[in-house]
């Protein structure tokens, strides 16, 4: 049985007809599905490329295909394609496929739709919350109290009417968004980490005397990450902490607007932008390089940024939003959009180099839990529930409550 995943990444398709991808999960993450299935198609938006992009690996391989949709960024250029991105979509159904929807997303609606006029079962993976993707400080768009209200609405409806559903955090996602009575609901990070990703030892107080080097990761297409609140902190510490220095890795559309935020508060030579970098090795040797991982997000499902930077033993300092609490400890989460809290946060911990020892071990430990190793049991019980799911006949899965 072949499963068709719909997902909101971005792939990059070079002439010779492979698909690549720079920042979205690889073919590694994709071959995961066949622990239960014969193939997986994905079908996600697909842009020509005339080369192969810098850093970029792939996403297509053995019985792991793409299915092509339209190009399109952003609710303006979905609306202009939005026929075209429906019949892409609808195309990929075929009678005897399983199918799992990463959500929220616009391509897992269209082919929700799609299947429930058809009366074939569906599976979710719920990997975000689109009521606090469109909060106030999170999104920009003039029509984002409308986005919110819709798109939330649409994915209650979607897990009301799932199959099954697996759940990157382990409550928060599930307590919003439940699936019907008896349908299976497995917590299931989708955040792998391979043996190489882990540091061999937690870091001793001594290597934290004089810290100040900060790090943090995340696209810079939108405000969820907060990183304009993280420059905010870091200008707040300016005076008290001479030598304080952040490096973000990750890029995107609001870049020139944070550069120019740095510069507007006098501290564009205590922050380098570092853009996006391969994963692996070359983001490893900025966690390597830094004293304290910070993620001020102001939404988040179980950011894999979090647990890669835990699993090099920094210690750590995030928001309370989305499933961070789920790995952090209530003395290091701060309210999302604070940079006054998050400034006094990042002095209190680089004040105390034994803290930072006991948080390194602690990040360490629970980064643990992570590996993909202890992650595959939970994995195939999911993929096994899904294509069970779809092997019944449609009568004993009808999609409705």
């Not at 001479?242 to 490096?247: G, S, T």
């Amino acid at each position: 049985m072949r499963v068709v995943v719909a997902s909101e990444s971005r792939f990059a398709r070079t002439p010779d007809g492979r698909v690549w991808t720079r920042s979205g999960p690889g073919y590694s993450v994709w071959a995961r599905y066949l622990m239960a299935f014969d193939a997986v198609r994905i079908v996600a938006r697909v842009r020509d490329v005339a080369s192969l992009p810098d850093g970029a690996y792939s996403v297509d391989g053995p019985d792991v295909e793409v299915w092509p949709v339209p190009y399109y960024q952003g609710p303006r250029q979905y609306l202009m394609k939005r026929r075209s991105i429906r019949r892409a979509v609808t195309a990929a159904v075929g009678p005897h496929d399983a199918y799992i929807l990463r959500v929220p997303g616009q391509i897992a609606t269209v082919l929700s739709d799609e299947l429930r006029r058809r009366r074939q079962p569906y599976a979710l993976e719920v990997i975000g919350d689109p009521y606090e993707e469109f909060a106030r400080g999170a999104a920009d768009h003039p029509l984002r109290p409308v986005f919110r209200r819709v798109f939330t609405s649409r994915m209650v409806e979607q897990c009301r009417f799932a199959a099954a559903a697996s759940y990157v955090t382990e409550a928060s996602l599930q307590s919003k968004y439940p699936v019907r009575a008896g349908a299976p609901a497995i917590a299931c990070s989708d955040v792998d980490l391979a043996a190489a990703a882990y540091a061999p030892s937690s870091r001793p107080a001594s290597v934290f005397q004089g810290a100040h080097r900060l790090v943090s990761v995340g696209m810079l297409e939108q405000q969820s990450k907060g990183v304009d609140v993280l420059i905010a902190a870091v200008a707040r510490l300016a005076a008290s902490r001479p030598a304080l220095h952040l490096v973000h890795v990750g890029d995107g559309r609001l870049r020139p607007q944070l550069e120019r935020m740095a510069a507007d508060l006098g501290i564009s030579g205590r922050i380098t932008f570092a853009g996006a970098l391969p994963a692996g090795d070359a983001v490893r040797d900025k966690l390597d390089a830094g004293d304290l991982f910070v993620m001020p997000s102001r939404i988040e499902g179980l950011p894999r940024a979090l647990v890669e930077a835990m699993a090099r033993a920094l210690p750590a300092i995030g928001s309370a939003a989305g499933g961070i609490p789920e790995v952090l400890p209530r003395h290091a989460l701060v309210p999302p959009g604070d940079p006054a809290r998050l400034a006094e946060s990042i002095d209190r911990m680089l004040a105390d180099p034994e803290r930072m020892s006991k948080e390194s071990a602690r990040n360490l430990a629970r980064a643990g839990d992570f590996s993909a190793e202890i992650l595959q049991a939970s994995w195939r019980r999911f993929y096994e529930a899904v294509r069970d799911v779809s092997l019944r006949p449609a009568s004993t899965v009808a999609n409705k409550v």
